[in-house]
């Protein structure tokens, strides 16, 4: 199967949403919707921008998910969900993907 579909994010986000925390990543949001998986970390950011500055899942949805990972040169890579359809970077495709793969693993897993 195919991990990079909207159909795993909503997993994933799901999954971040009712088992992660909150931990804030940038400047722009405080106390993302946070998960750590092995060796990175998974966040969400609300799909009306800084109008829900505390990212608050009671004021909106969340339609992008950001993973950082130190260990490399492009500490960031996302996605995001538009409608019926994922979209991302096409440069960071195998990356992204390899991401997608151990969360919708564990995701699958735990719920």
Partial sequence: MD????EAFQLIKRYILMLGGR????????????HRFDWFDAYLTPDVGQRN?????????FDELVVQDWGL????????????????????????????EAMYAEAREAM
């Fill in 53 to 61: 500055i505390m990212c608050d899942p009671e004021l909106s949805d």
């Fill in 73 to 100: 040169d492009k500490i960031y890579v996302s996605a995001r969900c538009e409608g019926d359809a994922l979209t991302y970077d096409f440069a960071d495709e195998s990356t992204l993907r390899r991401y997608f």
């Fill in 23 to 34: 931990r804030t990543y940038c400047a722009m949001y405080n106390l993302n919707p946070h």
């Fill in 3 to 6: 991990v990079l579909t909207v």
